[in-house]
């Protein structure tokens, strides 16, 4: 085989942005027919290097190549595009049009007047066929499921002629089977020449499909790894440890304070489950069928199309929604720091917010707002004062949050894909707010589809296929499921 070229390569870049340095001296590249993972361990510059790499954006020094070609440089930038392709959670498919539609019609360079849709239904269904993964080519883009959204958009990223696809953690919205799958259809694409860098929060995925990976840390690449150096061990130095052992750990009771009896999730199969007083359940949704139904029902926003949920002796069943939160359960979504907090409140007031509906006397006396800021400001510091969350960092977000679930004391707390989002840091400190919420009796329900750190704090592991319990592990059992 000969020698590879070249994709990408970033020579000593260094970016900054608003008198902050974001990428500093960064060096790398990218050849063809490779999968070069990056780590990130803190988010600080990963915005900037995606943008980077898309768009020949101003730079503080060095320079842009593409193909070979210099295309950016420290003494003048032209803000072009570079022929690269970003699959990332919020994508880039239009929701209202056919799958068809969005391959062929809605991309540079398409030219006819008169479509034939039946022309482009028929290479749809070829292109798909190649790959193994058959979709309606007329199905609308708002019908598929996220695993179909982002092969449909590694189909598009071909179709538009681009030989590097950047893939950002897309763990955080597909399924273990799923990102298996899809790890296998780049591996087969790489074998065209087609590049890929593939960012991840998590060291076990990058190395699992990298050819090679870098660490990105506070916008410099630490240390890139070689294959055969790609260990569980390699990165101890530059990371820090997730091991919960140090906290005080209360032990669940016996008692179950929620229970799942063959409760039917709308055609996803029945489930069942109990989560004992104490106790930290993670459930692992390994294809994603019963995640996203199983929240809406906790929620309160559906019913059940069969079976009963128990909660401390409450029955609850039928397809009318039941309102859990007044019985105890809150739901932390998957992404709080955009979803459940409220931009134009101040610190104080989101913290209180849900306290309405459980002391029941309407607006909070000024006492009582004293005694919860008096409790909490040795736990998340001066941010308690902010009058609006816009100067929050992300850390901040979540602490807010789950405070905000700590001091209501509910019986259950449900935390979505509580890992999915943030940097190595944040997701260390997410990890101790749900042990100190654990230490405080509430029970915790982690419902997830990548098991990644999330079983340090976790005392049993429900996996979940199919819609069924495929099997069932208590926490000195975790390795035998090979994780």
């Not at 309606?136 to 590694?154: I, M």
């Not at 894909?417 to 329900?445: F, H, T, W």
Request: a neutral charge; glycine letters at 8%.
């Amino acid at each position: 085989m000969g020698l590879r070229k070249e994709i990408l390569r970033l020579s000593n870049i260094t970016l900054e942005e608003n008198g902050e340095r974001y990428l500093d001296n960064l060096n790398f590249y990218i050849l063809q027919g490779e999968i070069m993972g990056l780590i990130i361990s803190d988010a600080k510059g990963c915005t900037q290097l995606r943008n980077l790499i898309c768009h020949n954006i101003p730079i503080s020094f060095g320079g842009v190549y593409y193909e070979g070609k210099r295309v950016n440089h420290y003494s003048y930038s032209d803000l072009s595009d570079n022929r690269v392709y970003v699959i990332e959670e919020r994508g880039r498919l239009i929701d209202s049009l056919s799958v068809s539609d969005n391959l062929f019609v809605m991309r540079k360079g398409f030219k006819k007047y008169i479509i034939n849709s039946r022309v482009l239904d028929n290479q749809t269904e070829r292109l798909m066929a190649e790959i193994g993964l058959p979709i309606d080519p007329k199905r609308r883009v708002s019908s598929l499921s996220a695993f179909e959204r982002c092969v449909t958009e590694l189909l598009k990223a071909i179709l538009t002629g681009c030989r590097l696809i950047v893939l950002d953690r897309i763990s955080n919205f597909l399924s273990q089977m799923e990102l298996k799958q899809f790890q296998d259809m780049i591996r087969e694409l790489k074998s065209r020449g087609i590049g890929f860098l593939y960012m991840g929060n998590h060291h076990q995925e990058v190395f699992q499909i990298a050819d090679r990976a870098a660490l990105f840390h506070q916008g410099m690449i630490w240390k890139v790894f070689e294959k055969e150096e790609m260990l569980e061990t390699v990165l101890d130095p530059y990371t820090i440890s997730f091991d919960l052992s140090g906290s005080r750990i209360r032990e669940p009771q016996e008692e179950a304070v929620l229970k799942l009896e063959a409760v039917h999730l709308y055609g996803k199969g029945t489930v069942s489950f109990s989560l004992r007083k104490g106790e930290c359940l993670m459930i692992l949704d390994n294809d994603n069928q019963t995640l996203e139904p199983l929240v809406q029902v906790l929620s309160g926003n559906r019913g059940t199309d069969g079976g009963k949920i128990h909660i401390e002796g409450k029955v609850f069943e039928g397809e009318a929604p039941a309102d859990f939160f007044k019985e105890g359960v809150a739901v932390i979504p998957d992404d709080p720091a955009e979803t459940f907090l409220f931009r134009d409140m101040s610190y104080m007031e989101n913290l209180t917010f849900l306290l309405d509906r459980k002391v029941c006397f309407g607006k909070l006396k000024r006492s009582y707002i004293r005694s919860v800021r008096n409790e909490y400001f040795p736990k998340v510091g001066p941010c308690i004062d902010a009058q609006k969350l816009d100067g929050l960092n992300l850390q901040e977000k979540y602490g807010l949050a789950y405070y905000r679930i700590h001091l209501l004391h509910p019986k259950v707390a449900v935390c979505v894909q509580p890992l999915a989002k943030g940097d190595m840091y944040c997701r260390r400190y997410v990890l101790d707010l749900i042990q100190e919420l654990k230490n405080s009796g509430i029970s915790v329900l982690i419902l997830t589809s990548n098991y990644a750190d999330n079983m340090d704090v976790s005392d049993r592991m429900m996996v979940l296929q199919g819609g069924k319990v495929a099997a069932e592990y208590a926490k000195e059992e975790f390795y035998k499921a090979g994780w």
